[in-house]
């Protein structure tokens, strides 16, 4: 599902209009991602947790020479399902 399909059906599904659908899903991810910028966490009971998770530096090995190479460390986005969404 791409996210012109998810506007679409969340239209259907809440009785939305597609516009309205899209600026609420627009606002979700914005206030998602913006939280997710000061480290914080998201969580959604029953949905899922959104977090961040920091990936110490490590090195690996470049495929294309076989030369290893220094990874840097960063910070990824990490979603976790909650036991009701049935994954």
Do not use: C, W, Y
């Amino acid at each position: 599902m791409n996210k012109s399909e998810l506007i679409d059906a969340m239209a259907a599904a809440a009785g939305l209009s597609k516009a309205d659908s899209k600026k609420a899903l627009d606002a979700f991810t914005s206030v998602v991602a913006g939280e997710l910028k000061k480290d914080g966490k998201v969580a959604l009971v029953g949905f899922g947790t959104f977090s961040v998770v920091a990936k110490s530096a490590r090195t690996g090995i470049n495929p294309a020479t076989k030369q290893p190479i220094q990874i840097a460390a960063k910070k990824v986005a990490k979603f976790k399902p909650g036991a009701d969404l049935g994954l």
